[in-house]
C-alpha cells in the first residue's frame, strides 16, 4: 500500500492545484490517526 501510495502522491499532486496538497495531507494525518 505504502509504494502505491508513493507512486500516485507526486502524480496526484503535480497535477492538482496546493489545496489539493493539503487535502491530501489532512487525509494522510487522519489515516496515521486512525492506524
Known amino acids: ?3 502505491n501510495s508513493h507512486g500516485v502522491s507526486p502524480k496526484k499532486i ?3 492545484p496546493p489545496k489539493t496538497k493539503k487535502r491530501l495531507a489532512i487525509k494522510a494525518a487522519r ?5
Open 1 to 3: 500500500m505504502g509504494k
Open 14 to 16: 503535480r497535477k492538482s
Open 31 to 35: 489515516r496515521i490517526a486512525d492506524k
